[in-house]
């Protein structure tokens, strides 16, 4: 028992938990002091013969719409023990004998998962890729296919989607082996075949320079000042006509703002870190080249600092 304050007896008295209601009682007068608690202690117990066992969790996870059973199927596990192999195996007859529809879906889901989770990406994106890939996997029509460019495709889609985009060679290092060539073919496939089901143009989402920014001076580990110059020139970049993709241009603002900073970085390391050829990269800032002083801050660099940066 413990004290809590009636005030019924006006005064602090001491309580009863009724643990079968969920009520907390005042001892002296009776008066209901709180009605149907939440009980938050843990809602398992140790048994002896479990005592081992590192995960006493006896649920299962969340219900999963994708699937046909909500993702709530019973699964038999393999006991250990001489014992646990007489019931597998008699047991383990009836758990194949079951075909289950969605053993397909529940590995692709898998390594949609484990891709994401390589590249850092949130929740919201892997359900955005289960569902395009559902999609596409309920058209029948990815059988033949490259199953992992299809898988990588999808998340490429729904990164693009929840305007979080990837470059394809991101995409490409956790592939399980699928090419840049494969997964730019799966895209452009499951495009087309959703933009027939749907009767509409698919929503893929638009691609700036500064999506990428970030994560590349992240990556090559720039100061905070050079990176807030970088963003400010690519958004200014945005106003001139410059023909070039919005990796590239990232790539040259970048390999422009470090030759302007005490630490510079050497075009192959840029390279390393955007995933941009150094040929690109060249070519993108020998056409930024001429608008240097309307791209770069003044708070970063002066008139006669632009002086400085290398002709291309």
Not at 160 to 169: F, G, H, L, M
Not at 246 to 266: D, F, G, H, R
Not at 276 to 303: C, H, M, Q, W
């Amino acid at each position: 028992m413990s004290d809590a304050f009636c005030p019924e007896c006006k005064r602090s008295t001491e309580v009863v938990f009724d643990h079968s209601a969920g009520d907390t009682v005042c001892s002296e007068c009776g008066l209901v002091l709180e009605a149907h608690s939440i009980d938050e202690t843990s809602e398992w117990r140790t048994f002896a013969n479990e005592s081992a066992d590192n995960d006493p969790v006896r649920v299962g996870g969340p219900t999963n719409p994708l699937l046909t059973d909500g993702g709530l199927s019973t699964v038999i596990a393999k006991p250990n023990g001489a014992q646990g192999e007489f019931l597998s195996s008699s047991l383990g007859r009836w758990q194949n004998r079951g075909s289950n529809p969605d053993r397909s879906l529940i590995l692709a889901f898998r390594t949609i998962a484990t891709m994401a989770d390589r590249l850092g990406l949130v929740a919201t994106i892997k359900d955005r890729a289960n569902e395009i890939y559902k999609k596409v996997e309920d058209l029948k029509s990815i059988r033949g296919r490259n199953q992992d460019a299809i898988l990588a495709a999808c998340l490429y889609i729904a990164c693009r989607q929840e305007d979080r985009p990837r470059t394809v060679k991101e995409i490409c290092s956790v592939a399980n082996g699928a090419t840049k060539k494969e997964i730019g073919r799966a895209k452009e496939f499951i495009v087309k075949q959703l933009e027939v089901e749907m009767g509409q143009s698919m929503e893929m989402g638009t691609i700036h320079a500064g999506d990428f920014l970030r994560r590349f001076c992240s990556h090559l580990g720039m100061t905070n000042q050079a990176v807030k110059a970088a963003q400010e020139a690519v958004q200014k970049s945005e106003e001139l006509d410059i023909r070039r993709s919005p990796i590239s241009i990232a790539a040259a603002v970048i390999y422009m703002i470090t030759q302007l900073s005490e630490e510079k970085k050497p075009l192959k390391d840029i390279s390393l870190a955007t995933g941009v050829a150094e040929g690109t990269i060249r070519n993108s800032y020998k056409d930024l080249y001429p608008y240097a002083s309307r791209l770069i801050p003044t708070s970063f660099a002066k008139e006669e600092d632009l002086k400085s940066l290398c002709s291309p």
